[in-house]
T-cell receptor, first 111, second 115 residues
């Protein structure tokens, strides 16, 4: 699976949009971009995933560049409860492939 | 629609005892993954199972650890003769299929403490 690079930490003001970047310059055409987060000591929570097109759901938006070498997760109106470690993961679109977690980005939402 | 259920939430074992961790996947999910998170460290893949089959155990320690996912009942992660270094959070995830487009959904983990 392709390697991802994320900033170790970011701060965001409550109510503002949080934009979390991820570089995956070695991504292959059949690899999905996944985003998860882990709040304190809870289990990882699935946020969103995409292959080529931008995606949006009730939690977030995922913007993937045209060359697919980077992406941005957008939390449109961050709240204090969004403080967590956010993981960007690329995953082969084949069969039976696990998720490989890196160090992620610690997002701190501040009032 | 219940999520992935793990039990117990907390488990305390003395060195040398056995630990059994259970995972009930989401309804309709037949693929289970186990991960371990050591204190202050990242999530590490351990094993991937389908019903009655181990598909990928590349992350499992060579000794003392085993996993199963029987035709009926939950998936079980078994640790024999536990040592202090086994103290960690163990997370289970499930998915409805084995394609890269099927998200994994995680439980809230079992926290194992070895005294």
């Amino acid at each position: 699976d392709a390697k991802t690079t994320q900033p170790p930490s970011m701060d965001c003001a409550e109510g503002r949009a949080a934009n979390l970047p991820c570089n995956h310059s070695t991504i292959s055409g059949n690899e999905y971009v996944y985003w998860y987060r882990q709040i304190h000591s809870q289990g990882p929570q699935y946020i969103i995933h995409g292959l080529k097109n931008n995606e949006t759901n009730e939690m977030a938006s995922l913007i993937i560049t045209e060359d697919r070498k980077s992406s941005t997760l957008i939390l449109p109106h961050a709240t204090l409860r969004d403080t967590a470690v956010y993981y960007c993961i690329v995953r082969v679109a084949g069969y039976g492939n696990k998720l490989v977690f890196g160090a992620g980005t610690i997002l701190r939402v501040k009032s | 629609n219940a999520g992935v259920m793990q039990n117990p939430r907390h488990l305390v074992r003395r060195r040398g005892q056995e630990a059994r961790l259970r995972c009930s996947p989401m309804k309709g999910h037949s693929h289970v993954y186990w991960y371990r998170q050591l204190p202050e460290e990242g999530l590490k893949f351990m094993v991937y199972l389908q019903k009655e089959n181990i598909i990928d155990e590349s992350g499992m320690p060579k000794e003392r650890f085993s996993a199963e996912f029987p035709k009926e009942g939950p998936s079980i992660l078994r640790i024999q003769q536990v040592v202090r270094g086994d103290s960690a959070a163990y997370f289970c995830a499930s998915s409805p299929g084995d394609r890269g487009s099927s998200p994994l959904h995680f439980g809230n983990g079992t926290r194992l403490t070895v005294t």
